[in-house]
C-alpha cells in the first residue's frame, strides 16, 4: 500500500511548501507590484530613521530659522547644510519636514486602519455569528454609515473634536469601520456554510471557537485587501482634512499641512513648498494602492488566470 | 451485543414557505456494539438527514419533531445543546462525504486534530499530539509526524479522507456516521478506505452507520442493511439476506442496477422516473409511481412489516424474481 502512497508526498522536497511561499511567489510574478512594495519599503524606513537622517527637526522652534523661510531646493541654510528639496514659509527644511511629516501620515493611517479593522472585524463577525434581528440592525447601521462619504463624517468629527493626532485616527476609525464590517460579514457568511465549519461542529467545538479559530482566518484575505487600500485612503483622508486646517496642528506638520503651507505660494513661483510633500503623498498613497491591487489579484481565487 | 444506538419513529421536517418537507418521516434502527449499518438510498432520501438528526445538528427550519434516538440508554432526541455538544466528536464522531471540503485549509492537520482531542479531555499538548500522530499511523498514512506538520491542501484526496477517519476515531467513539465517505475518491482509493474503516471498527468495538447510494459498497462491509425512500425505511435486514433475497421491489431495482460480471453485455435495469417532490408525496406508498408491482391496493400507505428478522414497508413483497 506503501507504493501507491509514495507519489502522493509533497512534503518531500527540501522546501515546504507553505501558504505564505506560494503566496509570496504568486505575489512577486508582477513587477510593478514589486517596484510597488519596495519603493514602500524605501518611505517606510525613511520614516522611521527621520531623526537620524535629516538635518533639521521640524518640530523643534530653536533649529528652525525664519530667515531661511521660502528657500528655492538646493540652497544653503544659516546652520550650513544644503536645503536640496527647499525651505516652506516659516524656514522648516522640506526634506526634514516631508520625513517627520511621512511619520504622522503613517502612522496615522496605520493605527486607524488597524483599530478599525478590530472593530469592524468584530462587529461584522457579531453580525454574522448572531444572524436574525442582530444582523439585521448592525448591517443597517453600516448602510447608514456608508451612505455618507467618508470625507464628511470625518470632517464633521474633526470639527466637534478639535485638532490631535488621537482625535484625527478617532475620527478616520468612526469613518471606516464599515467597511471592514460589510467585508468581514459577506466572507462569514460564506464561510460558514462550508462543510468545514459544519465538521467541527461535529467534533463538538464550541460556536466561539469555530467562529474565531475556524471561520476568521479565513476571512482574512479579503481583509487584508481591504486592510491595505482603506489605510492607503486614511492616509489620503487625513492629508485632506490637515489640508483644509482642521487636522494636525501647526507644529505637528503632517503632509497634508505641508501641502496647504505651500498652497498660498503656488502663484508666485515657488512651487517646491507643495509640490514635494505633495510628490511624497502621491507616491505613498499610490505605492500603497498598487500593492493592495496585486494582494487582491493573488488572495482572490476567481481572479486567478 | 448491547444497542449502542436505537432510533424509533424519527421525524425530522423542514417548515420552508412552499410546505412542509417530510425530510425523514419515521425510521427505526438499531446499531448494536461493533455493527456497520449501511443506510442506502437515493439523493434525498433522507439517509443524511438522518445523520445529523442523531448529532441533533438540524438547523432551522428544520426540526425533530417526533421520535426517539436512545444512545447507550440515554435520550439524545431531545436533549440540551451543550450536552450533546460533548458527545459530537468524543461519542460520536462524523465522516463527511468531501475531504477537499472538510479539513479547514488554513490549519495545519496537527491543529485540527489536537483542537479535537482538546475539546472533549483536559490533557497535555504532547499527548493529544501524540494520539493524533499515532491515528494516523492507524489509518495507514506513512511518516505520520510529517503528515502532521501539512496543510490539507497538501495532501491527495485519499489520503485527506483518512485523516479525516483518523480524526474520528481520536476519542474512541462509540458510533462513527459516515456520510458517503468514499464517493469523492476514485475505486482503489475507496477500497482501501473501506479496509481501514472495517478493520478500525471490528479493533475498537465502535459502531458505524455508513450512508451511502451505492450497494455494492455496502454489501461487502455492513452487517445489516436499512433500504430509505422518500424519508421512510422500506426494507430492512442483514446484508447477506437484503442482496441475496431482497423483497421491496425499491431494493430489487438498486441491485439491478448495480453492474455485475454475470449480466455481461446487457442493459443495466433502470428504476423508471425520478424521486418524488417532497412537498407533493404521492398517496399511499411513495414509491409506487416507479413501481413495477404497484396494484391498486398501493393507494394506501403499507405499514411496516416484521417477518424474520426482516422488515418490510410493501404490499408486494417480490420473491422469486431476485436476479431480475
New interface residues.
Given amino acids: 500500500m506503501t507504493d501507491t502512497i509514495a507519489p502522493e508526498t509533497p512534503t518531500q522536497t527540501a522546501r515546504v511548501e507553505t501558504p505564505f511561499r506560494r503566496f509570496a511567489a504568486e505575489f512577486f510574478e508582477s513587477r510593478i507590484a514589486t517596484v510597488a512594495l519596495c519603493l514602500l519599503g524605501i518611505i517606510i524606513v525613511l520614516a522611521l530613521l527621520a531623526p537620524w537622517i535629516t538635518p533639521q527637526n521640524p518640530y523643534d522652534l530653536a533649529q528652525v530659522d525664519v530667515l531661511d523661510g521660502r528657500l528655492p531646493p538646493g540652497s544653503e541654510a544659516f546652520a550650513g547644510y544644503t536645503m536640496w528639496l527647499g525651505s516652506d514659509g516659516s524656514g522648516r527644511d522640506l526634506y526634514s519636514a516631508i520625513l517627520y511629516g511621512l511619520r504622522i501620515s503613517l502612522s496615522v493611517g496605520v493605527a486607524s486602519g488597524i483599530i478599525a479593522l478590530m472593530i469592524g472585524m468584530a462587529i461584522g463577525l457579531l453580525a454574522a455569528y448572531a444572524g436574525g434581528r442582530t444582523e439585521t440592525i448592525i448591517m443597517r447601521v453600516v448602510d447608514l454609515q456608508l451612505s455618507f462619504p467618508a470625507a464628511l463624517v470625518a470632517l464633521m468629527l474633526v470639527a466637534i473634536l478639535g485638532k490631535g493626532i488621537d482625535k484625527i485616527i478617532l475620527a478616520l476609525v468612526v469613518a471606516q469601520w464599515a467597511y471592514y464590517a460589510r467585508t468581514v460579514r459577506g466572507t462569514a457568511l460564506v464561510e460558514r456554510n462550508k462543510e468545514y465549519v459544519e465538521a467541527a461542529q461535529c467534533l463538538g467545538l464550541s460556536r466561539l471557537r469555530i467562529v474565531f479559530r475556524h471561520i476568521l482566518p479565513n476571512c482574512l484575505a479579503p481583509l487584508i485587501v481591504v486592510g491595505t487600500v482603506q489605510t492607503a485612503h486614511a492616509i489620503s483622508l487625513e492629508a485632506t482634512l490637515s489640508f483644509l486646517g482642521v487636522g494636525l496642528p501647526q507644529t505637528e506638520p503632517s503632509l497634508g499641512v505641508l501641502i496647504a503651507n505651500g498652497f498660498e505660494y503656488m502663484l508666485s513661483g515657488r512651487y517646491w513648498i507643495s509640490v514635494f510633500p505633495g510628490l511624497a503623498l502621491l507616491l505613498t498613497v499610490v505605492s500603497i494602492n498598487l500593492v493592495g491591487d496585486q494582494l487582491r489579484d493573488v488572495l482572490n481565487p476567481r481572479l486567478k488566470k | 451485543m448491547s444497542d449502542v444506538l436505537e432510533v424509533v419513529g424519527l421525524r425530522t421536517h423542514f417548515f420552508t414557505h412552499a410546505g412542509v418537507v417530510k425530510a425523514v418521516d419515521g425510521v427505526d434502527f438499531t446499531v448494536r456494539k461493533g455493527e456497520v449499518m449501511g443506510l442506502v438510498g437515493e439523493s434525498g432520501s433522507g439517509k443524511s438527514i438522518t445523520g445529523f438528526s442523531i ?1 441533533g ?1 438540524i438547523d432551522p427550519p428544520g426540526r425533530i419533531v417526533d421520535g426517539s434516538i436512545r444512545f447507550n440508554g440515554a435520550e439524545i432526541a431531545s436533549a440540551p445543546e451543550p450536552e450533546l ?6 461519542r460520536i ?2 465522516i ?1 462525504q ?1 475531504p477537499m ?7 495545519r492537520v496537527d491543529t485540527q486534530m489536537i ?2 482531542i482538546l ?2 479531555e483536559d490533557i497535555p499538548r504532547q499527548t493529544a499530539w501524540e494520539r493524533s500522530r499515532d491515528a494516523l499511523g492507524l489509518v ?4 505520520p509526524e ?2 502532521l ?3 490539507p ?4 484526496g ?2 485527506r479522507q483518512r485523516v ?1 477517519i483518523a ?1 474520528a476515531f481520536l476519542n474512541r467513539p462509540d458510533l462513527i456516521i459516515a456520510d458517503e465517505p468514499t464517493t469523492a475518491l476514485d475505486v ?1 482509493i475507496q477500497a ?1 478506505i473501506i479496509h481501514e474503516a472495517q478493520k478500525l471498527t471490528r479493533q475498537t468495538g465502535t459502531a458505524m452507520i455508513w450512508i451511502t447510494h451505492d450497494l455494492a459498497v455496502v454489501a461487502g462491509l455492513a452487517d445489516t442493511i436499512s433500504v430509505m425512500y422518500a424519508g421512510r425505511i422500506v426494507e430492512q435486514g442483514k446484508t447477506d439476506d437484503v442482496i441475496d433475497r431482497p423483497l421491496h421491489p425499491y431494493t430489487v431495482g438498486l441491485l439491478g442496477s448495480v453492474p455485475s460480471a454475470n449480466k455481461r453485455g446487457q442493459r443495466l435495469y433502470q428504476i423508471e422516473g425520478m424521486t418524488p417532490n417532497m412537498l407533493a408525496m404521492p398517496k399511499g406508498c411513495a414509491f409506487a409511481p416507479r413501481c413495477r408491482a404497484a396494484a391498486p391496493d398501493c393507494a394506501t400507505a403499507p405499514e411496516i412489516t416484521k417477518t424474520d428478522g426482516r422488515r418490510l414497508r410493501c404490499h408486494h413483497p417480490q420473491i422469486a424474481e431476485a436476479a431480475t
Avoid: C, W
Wanted: no cysteine; charged share 15%.
Fill in positions: 448529532l445538528l455538544q460533548k458527545l459530537r466528536g468524543n464522531a462524523m463527511f468531501d471540503m472538510t479539513l479547514n485549509p488554513v490549519l483542537e479535537a475539546a472533549h495507514g498514512i506513512p511518516s510529517e503528515r506538520r501539512a496543510y491542501h497538501q495532501l491527495s485519499g489520503m479525516a480524526t482503489t482501501q
